[in-house]
């Protein structure tokens, strides 16, 4: 796939509902773990729980960067609503357009 000229690719995450087995954090037992935090922060901003699904998308923006798009919801939704609402956003996202700093 390519989004505003970098190529990338694209992961449909989910953790499978019977999976309860969990994962030991700083905070305790979680039955899921965050994907992406914010830089520099212990802020968590995508997690991925068996509720909570999140698709992905890495782009390789070349000299070793690498962007990262993240579509998931604040709240638990069953996974036909979450492929509908990922369907209507991603013409949106495949519209980015990127340019290059100019000093």
């Given at each position: 796939m390519t989004i505003g000229g970098y190529d990338g690719q694209m992961l449909d995450l989910h953790l499978a509902p019977s999976w309860i087995k969990g994962c030991q954090a700083p905070e305790g037992h979680l039955v899921g773990m965050?994907?992406?935090?914010?830089?520099?922060?212990?802020?968590?901003?995508?997690?991925?729980?068996?509720?909570?699904?999140?698709?992905?998308?890495?782009?390789?923006?070349?000299?070793?960067?690498?962007?990262?798009?993240?579509?998931?919801?604040?709240e638990p939704f069953p996974p036909s609503t979450f492929e509908r609402q990922v369907a209507a956003v991603m013409p949106v996202i495949e519209s980015f357009e990127f340019h290059t700093r100019q000093p």
């Open positions: 965050p994907i992406l935090l914010e830089a520099g922060s212990k802020t968590k901003i995508a997690p991925l729980t068996t509720d909570y699904p999140l698709r992905l998308i890495l782009l390789d923006l070349t000299d070793g960067r690498t962007m990262s798009i993240a579509i998931f919801n604040n």
